[in-house]
């Protein structure tokens, strides 16, 4: 019984460690700064194994970098794969394990050690192998997940894929286009030098893209023509997803100056409301919510990871959502009071219903050892309960509620 406890705080633990972070722990500080620090490393030292002279000096030194860098991103990944079930805990533990080791974060993580042990067991392929560890830089991507500034880049290119993917798609096509009919217009003049579709592809590409590099082009009259109107072409092809990319990031940093003005200039309340099955919002998008105006979600939290909150996120059972919204400014003074009733109080052992109250008041609330009851009129009062109400009246023994 205790080792399993044991082993469920240990795995926790692990997780929030490797997984969640926070600036406030010094562990996961320490542990997210180690990692940085080892990708870095482990990039400069892939830089210097190019240079002859760095190598021939520096070989002994560099080769027991490499065996510890590589020996932390072996650990690093077999804790990964330890608390993997925590990542994904909507399906079984190998289910989880097989969906990390799938992601491309895992297979990053497997690649950034596993070439460089296969040489000790198939020693005939250790060229091969080496070559490999060129796959460990890939592990700079791991940055992102540490630096907010940086993973705003990231969330900018997942918002705005579909956008991207029908701009690559459109320049795929002219470029194909493009790529045949100069391959059809240049290749009587140049049969040298357009071969084939490919060479035309080089050329649109290096076009398209406002590269020209200078070693494929056009010498007919037509085939002129029909490259200028290419050159201004590609100059439109190269500004959509550039124009995508940077409405992301205004998108982006505007949302997050909007959440600035609000602390800045209003007095904003924030409520934390946690989605089960039955609430309506599951299953649906935020942009699909009626929310009022003035009304933001500031934050997501799901499975131990925060989220951005995007339009096209969709909520599912179990989230929490931090909601934000200005303070009213109450012009009538109504104010919410809250008042415990003693033995005493002519309203202990009252329906609500026959209670001499104010029009001008409500209870919106009764709170019952510990528990929150939505008032009806055949409730009745009881010593001891706390009454919430919504008034513009004084009322002794009351007091008031900030909201």
Known sequence: ???????????????????????????????????????????????????????????????????????????????????????????????????????????????????YYMPFFFPSGAVAFRMLRIIRIFRLFRINAYYDSLNVITEVIVGKKQQLLSSVFIILILMLSSSLCMYSLENKAQPEVFTNAFSGIWWAASTLLTVGYGDIYPVTTIGKIFGIFIAFLGVGMVAIPTGIISAGFVDQYSRLKRIGEYGQEEDVHFIRICLDQNDKWVGHRIAELDFPQRI?????????????????????????????????????RIKLKELTLQQRNPWTNQKIRDLDISR????????????????????????????????????????????
Not at 306 to 331: C, H, N, R, Y
Not at 369 to 394: A, R, S
């Open 296 to 332: 933001i979600v500031a934050v997501i939290q799901r499975d131990h990871r925060i989220l951005v909150p995007k339009g096209d996120t969709v909520l599912k059972a179990g989230d929490v959502m931090v909601i934000g919204a200005e303070s009213f400014q109450d012009k009538d």
């Open 360 to 403: 001008h008041s409500i209870i919106v609330l009764v709170r019952r050892h510990q528990k929150l009851i939505i008032p009806g009129g055949n409730l009745t009062l009881l010593e001891g309960d706390t009454v919430i109400l919504y008034t513009q009246t004084h009322m002794a023994n009351a007091d008031d509620l900030d909201i």
């Open 1 to 115: 019984m205790y080792a399993v406890v044991y082993k469920v705080i240990l795995r926790t633990g692990l997780f929030e460690l490797i997984e969640i972070g926070s600036n406030y722990d010094t562990w996961c500080w320490g542990y997210d700064f180690f990692n940085t620090f080892t990708i870095l490393l482990n990039l400069a030292v892939s830089i210097m194994y190019t240079f002859d002279n760095m190598e021939m000096k520096y070989g002994p030194l560099l080769l027991t970098l490499e065996r510890l860098i590589v020996a932390f991103f072996a650990i690093d990944f077999l804790l990964r794969v330890f608390t993997a079930k925590y990542l994904y805990p909507d399906v079984s533990e190998p289910r989880a394990i097989g969906k990390y080791l799938t992601s491309f974060s895992g297979i990053v993580d497997m690649l950034s050690f596993i070439p």
